[in-house]
Structures are given as C-alpha cells and as structure tokens.
C-alpha cells in the first residue's frame, strides 16, 4: 500500500525536487516570488487613535495549548513545543507583548520573518513558475495571527460575500459547484450558459496592503487595527530555503504569505467586493478559484461580456494578473441547432506570466 502511495503521488521525486548544488536557485526563486512588488504604493499611514483591541492571558493560554507540539520552528528558532510545555510561564509575557503591538501598530520584525519553502506544484518541475511558495514564518506570530483572525471574523456579518465558499464554516467545494444555477436555467427556451473558469498568477503575492486597508474600514474594522494590519504586511524580510542553500534576504510590501494564519482571510475581504454587476451573471469564489458564470437568453450576451471587461478592470485595479494557460470557457448549450459561439479575447502581459481582458 505504501508503495501505491508513493507511486501516485509522486512521493520519492518531490523529496528531492532540485539539485541541493544549484546556489544560483534560491535567488532566482526568491526575486521570482517577489515579482508583484509595487513600491509605488504607500507603506504608512497617519496615526490614529489607541487599538480598542485586548487580548487577555486566558486567551493566549488557550492558543498556546492548541500549538501543535511537533510545528516545526520559524525564523526565529522557537519550536511549538516550547510554547505549549510552557503556557503558563509564557501566556503572561506574550499577552503584555501582543497588546503593545496592538496599541502601537507595530509589530516586531522577528515576528515578520519569513521563509519560504519552495513546493513543487507537479511531479516534473521545468520552470520556476513550479513552485508554490509556502512561508514558514513564527510559531508565536501564528499564535497572535489567530487571536487577530477570531476578532475580526467575529465583527463581520455572515452575509459578507456570500459567493466565497472557502475560508467559511460549513462551506466546501460541493457549495461553490455551478451545476444546479446552470440547469435550471438550460429547462428554459432558447437558453444556454457561458463559464469562465478564471485562475489568477500568485493571487496571495499580488495584495496590495494599502489597498486592502481601505476595504477593511468600509467594513467598519477599527482604523487603528487596519493600521496594525498594514504594518504586518509590510517591510517583510522573506528569504528562499532550497535544501541546505538560503538566498539573500528581500523586503516585500506587497502580499500575504501562503501558510499565515491571516492571509486567506485577508485574501477573502481584499476580493470581497469582487460582485456581478448584472443579475444574469455571478461570480462565484473558492479562495482565488473565481468563475464567472452568465446565463445566456434569445443569444443576448451583453451582459455576461460587460460583466467580463468590469472584471477585467477590477483586476487592474486590485493587482491581480490572469493566468491566460490556466483559465478556460465552458459553453453549455443543449439547444439541437448547433451555433458557434465566438470566445472572449484577451491579451498576454509584458512579463507573459498573466494577461488581461
């Protein structure tokens, strides 16, 4: 059985992904991740009132006690197990230190660091585009992203975009599946349906920290709480681990490393008010999964391409990148006169990474 599982997953090549001789490697990756930096955009804002937010020592106790003791240690070399042998000596200093940097809006640098573990996306890896950056950053920084993330889910409506199917309880794929919407809508005369299935280039590096602020105080987030929020995802030191070789050190203000605690709710609200515009279409979510579902009458499709460019330009707006390789169009026509059905044009960028509508 062990060796069926193996075989299926491809389990002795990713042990193994590069050569550990490869030094040129782990730079290469690194400047590859960060490529989504935008240093046009501002890092700071004025300072506001006091954080309102508190965090007593029986809540980080209780976090403490959840760390798995096995959670291998971050940057700053401090494994789980420390922090959960130790609560009751530890809870104390960390909630006196969570709460200054709550009502400072600073958060320390040690706890911003990052590195990166490159993850082979399939079994033969052929060009850097390969990989999927996995962050391990702190394990006490998890701790304080999860008391952070329970506040914030716990002041948001549960109708906030309720389209978005990850990152929701009691949500799951099965939810965020179109074939129901699509069907009864094919029961009608001269009808059918266009699907695109959209994938976006790295969606967590393209976060834009000053952006996403914005949209958390229209959510009514504390301004002093989005303050912190900017201040973490911004100056990131974030280094690349490819086996025994580590690159030189980049600082990132753009993005939300894979594996926080915080970046796919973040990830969620920054693409909340990603909506149709027509009541003909929707725009359904699972994390950075988004598809664009138009249900089509008499071959009056205005709407559902009208609903394409708005998607497009929101894109442009909210610096996501189209991955064009990975984004598809389905039709769904059981109409018995065959018709041809022209598909949407879009465009390559520069980099020919992602492209445009």
């Given at each position: 059985?062990?060796?069926?599982?193996?075989?299926?997953?491809?389990?002795?090549?990713?042990?193994?992904?590069?050569?550990?001789?490869?030094?040129?490697?782990?730079?290469?990756?690194?400047?590859?991740?960060?490529?989504?930096e935008d240093?046009?955009?501002?890092?700071?804002?004025?300072?506001?009132?006091?954080?309102?937010?508190?965090?007593?020592?029986?809540?980080?106790?209780?976090?403490?006690?959840?760390?798995?003791?096995?959670?291998?240690?971050?940057?700053?070399?401090i494994p789980?197990?420390?922090?959960?042998?130790?609560?009751?000596?530890?809870?104390?200093?960390?909630?006196?230190?969570?709460?200054?940097?709550?009502?400072?809006?600073?958060?320390?640098?040690?706890?911003?660091?990052?590195?990166?573990?490159?993850?082979?996306?399939?079994?033969?890896?052929?060009?850097?585009?390969?990989?999927?950056?996995?962050?391990?950053?702190?394990?006490?920084?998890?701790?304080?992203?999860?008391?952070?993330?329970?506040?914030?889910?716990?002041?948001?409506?549960?109708?906030?975009?309720?389209?978005?199917?990850?990152?929701?309880?009691?949500?799951?794929?099965?939810?965020?599946?179109?074939?129901?919407?699509?069907?009864?809508?094919?029961?009608?005369?001269?009808?059918?349906?266009?699907?695109?299935?959209?994938?976006?280039?790295?969606?967590?590096?393209?976060?834009?920290?000053?952006?996403?602020?914005?949209?958390?105080?229209?959510?009514?987030?504390?301004?002093?709480?989005?303050?912190?929020?900017?201040?973490?995802?911004?100056?990131?030191?974030?280094?690349?681990?490819?086996?025994?070789?580590?690159?030189?050190?980049?600082?990132?203000?753009?993005?939300?490393?894979?594996?926080?605690?915080l970046s796919?709710?973040?990830?969620?609200?920054?693409?909340?008010?990603?909506?149709?515009?027509?009541?003909?279409?929707?725009?359904?979510?699972?994390?950075?999964?988004?598809?664009?579902?138009?249900?089509?009458?008499?071959?009056?499709?205005?709407?559902?391409?009208?609903?394409?460019?708005?998607?497009?330009?929101?894109?442009?707006?909210?610096?996501?990148?189209?991955?064009?390789?990975?984004?598809?169009?389905?039709?769904?026509?059981?109409?018995?006169?065959?018709?041809?059905?022209?598909?949407?044009?879009?465009?390559?960028?520069?980099?020919?990474?992602?492209?445009?509508?």
């Amino acid at each position: 059985m062990w060796q069926g599982l193996q075989s299926i997953t491809y389990y002795k090549t990713k042990t193994s992904p590069v050569a550990d001789h490869d030094v040129l490697l782990p730079d290469k990756l690194n400047n590859f991740f960060a490529r989504f930096e935008d240093n046009t955009v501002p890092t700071t804002r004025p300072a506001t009132k006091t954080c309102r937010l508190t965090f007593t020592a029986a809540n980080v106790s209780k976090t403490f006690k959840r760390v798995n003791p096995r959670k291998t240690a971050g940057p700053d070399g401090i494994p789980g197990c420390v922090l959960r042998t130790c609560t009751d000596q530890l809870a104390g200093v960390f909630t006196d230190i969570f709460n200054q940097s709550l009502s400072q809006s600073a958060v320390p640098t040690c706890f911003k660091r990052a590195t990166i573990v490159p993850v082979p996306k399939k079994a033969k890896v052929t060009e850097l585009n390969d990989y999927r950056p996995v962050a391990l950053t702190s394990v006490i920084m998890t701790c304080f992203e999860r008391l952070v993330k329970n506040h914030i889910t716990s002041i948001l409506p549960d109708t906030l975009d309720p389209l978005q199917f990850a990152y929701r309880p009691n949500r799951s794929t099965d939810d965020a599946i179109t074939l129901h919407t699509a069907l009864t809508h094919l029961d009608k005369r001269n009808t059918y349906v266009r699907m695109l299935f959209i994938d976006y280039s790295s969606a967590f590096n393209t976060i834009v920290p000053s952006k996403l602020v914005i949209k958390l105080e229209t959510l009514g987030l504390d301004p002093a709480l989005c303050n912190w929020v900017l201040v973490f995802l911004t100056g990131q030191p974030q280094v690349v681990r490819v086996g025994n070789n580590i690159s030189t050190p980049l600082i990132l203000n753009t993005g939300a490393p894979q594996g926080c605690i915080l970046s796919p709710l973040l990830y969620s609200l920054f693409t909340h008010d990603c909506v149709a515009k027509h009541a003909s279409n929707s725009i359904i979510k699972f994390a950075d999964d988004t598809t664009v579902v138009g249900l089509i009458t008499n071959n009056n499709e205005m709407a559902y391409r009208e609903e394409v460019r708005a998607l497009g330009v929101w894109c442009q707006e909210n610096n996501l990148s189209l991955n064009v390789n990975k984004t598809k169009e389905m039709i769904v026509d059981f109409r018995k006169q065959q018709r041809e059905h022209p598909p949407y044009p879009h465009r390559r960028d520069s980099s020919g990474q992602g492209g445009k509508f």
